[in-house]
């Protein structure tokens, strides 16, 4: 399981400005939530959720931001990548009306969830945010799947103006939600988790990782908890107490960076 597999890209579906879903054949079991460590070669090997799970056929959903994002970008169909994984948790899904709140391509990652939930027939209302209409993906295919989408964008471009927690205050405030799911800029999701004061909360969390089972000590957050075998996704409770939710991030060298 932790030796990279060999597996060739069959599909790269561009989806918005500088985000693209890869597509390949992994035949490991994987849940909503849960991430591989993608291997490309000569380059670096970086954390990835999964972003669609159909049988075999798994995919990725990211946006290029440096070196081996950028890399991985410009492969084509055919050519070969590292798959190790499946790592951490994933979600849990219970209730009856369940609030998603992705924002940037914190979305990618929770659509298979979405899907599962309303395959589970529980009602799923997601709110998609992003900084403009061009950054904007995956709404054409959770209304298909027949969740109730909810649009924002910071300015306004697309839906609703403002930020996803601000969609999301108002939804908690006039409907009957049982639990939030949420993966976006951790700012976003302190103030998510600071609003469900008594609904279940589980927030997706994303820290540098180098190992990604649990050896390395990289991606440790509060006291003692590593992301990448504790988590990525952790419920309210937890993330109360944890002094870093929301606040700072650890650079490859451990240095602290505020978010
Ligand atoms: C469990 C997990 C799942 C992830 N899933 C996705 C996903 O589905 N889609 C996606 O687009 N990205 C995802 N990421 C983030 C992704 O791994 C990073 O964007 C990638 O490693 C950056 O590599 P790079 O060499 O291109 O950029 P780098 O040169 O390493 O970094 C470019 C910039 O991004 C910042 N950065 C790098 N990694 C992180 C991070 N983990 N958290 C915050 N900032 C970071 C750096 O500080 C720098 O400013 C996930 C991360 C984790 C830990
Ligand atoms: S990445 Fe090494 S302990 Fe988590």
Redesign the pocket.
């Known amino acids: 399981m932790n030796v990279p597999k060999i597996t060739k890209i069959i599909e790269n579906k561009r989806e918005a400005r500088n985000i693209i879903t890869i597509t390949f054949r992994y035949p490991e079991e994987i849940v909503p939530g849960q991430?591989f460590m993608i291997w490309i070669p000569d380059v670096?090997e970086?954390?990835?959720?999964v972003?669609y799970i159909n049988g075999d056929i798994k995919a990725?959903?990211?946006?290029k931001?440096?070196?081996?994002?950028?890399a991985l970008y410009k492969l084509k169909p055919g050519d070969k990548i590292g798959i190790r994984g499946p790592y951490?948790n994933g979600f849990k899904m219970h209730g009856k009306h369940i609030l998603f709140v992705g924002s940037g391509?914190g979305v990618?990652?929770l659509a298979p969830a979405v899907e599962e939930a309303v395959k589970n027939r529980i009602s799923s209302t997601v709110v998609i945010g992003a900084k403009n209409k061009s950054e904007l993906f995956f709404e054409k295919r959770l209304k298909k799947c027949g969740a109730r989408v909810v649009i924002s964008t910071d300015d306004g471009s697309a839906g609703c103006k403002g930020f996803a927690s601000d969609v999301a205050k108002r939804i908690l405030k006039k409907e009957k939600i049982n639990t939030v799911l949420t993966c976006g800029p951790e700012v976003m999701m302190k103030i998510l988790l600071d609003c469900c004061k008594n609904i279940p909360f589980q927030a997706s969390l994303?820290?540098?990782?180098k190992c990604s089972i649990g050896i390395c000590g990289q991606?440790c957050i509060g006291k003692g908890l590593r992301?990448c075998i504790d988590g990525?996704v952790f419920d309210g409770k937890t993330l109360k107490k944890v002094e870093d939710f929301g606040v700072f991030?650890r650079?490859s060298a451990g240095r602290k960076?505020q978010f």
Do not use: L
């Not at 970086?46 to 959720?49: G, H, N, V």
């Not at 990725?60 to 946006?63: A, D, N, Q, S, W």
């Open positions: 991430f670096d970086i954390p990835m959720s972003s990725i959903t990211f946006r931001v440096g070196d081996a994002t950028s951490g391509t990618a990652m994303e820290r540098y990782m991606c992301v990525p991030r650079d960076i």
